[in-house]
């Protein structure tokens, strides 16, 4: 008598790795400002299940495009440019900014 490829424990075992996969999900976003010119432009993208490496895949590729068009993560702009672009009115004045004009 041969024995059955998977077992009880088996099945029980790519059931559960399957259901944990299809029930993923993913949301994400990178908000960029062009310091020149002050446009802004926002990578983001949701998925569940297998979906979610498509959307990181995704998201990955807008921020290559976006950097390699000069865009700068705003969490990644320098004093300077941040500054510069509070002054022109194109980004909110941070948190410690606005309390030491105060």
């Not at 705003?74 to 500054?83: A, C, G, H, I």
């Amino acid at each position: 008598m041969r024995k059955p490829l998977f077992n009880r424990f088996s099945c029980l075992a790519v059931a559960v790795v399957c259901l944990f996969a299809a029930s993923a999900c993913t949301s994400q976003g990178v908000m960029f400002v062009h310091p020149q010119s002050g446009a802004t432009l926002e990578c983001s993208g949701s998925g569940f299940g297998l979906g979610t490496a498509w959307v990181q895949g995704y998201i990955d590729e807008c921020i290559r495009r976006s950097e390699s068009r000069g865009f700068v993560a705003v969490d990644k702009l320098t004093p300077e440019q941040r500054l510069d672009l509070e002054s022109r009115g194109l980004l909110p004045k941070t948190e410690s900014a606005a309390v030491g004009s105060k």
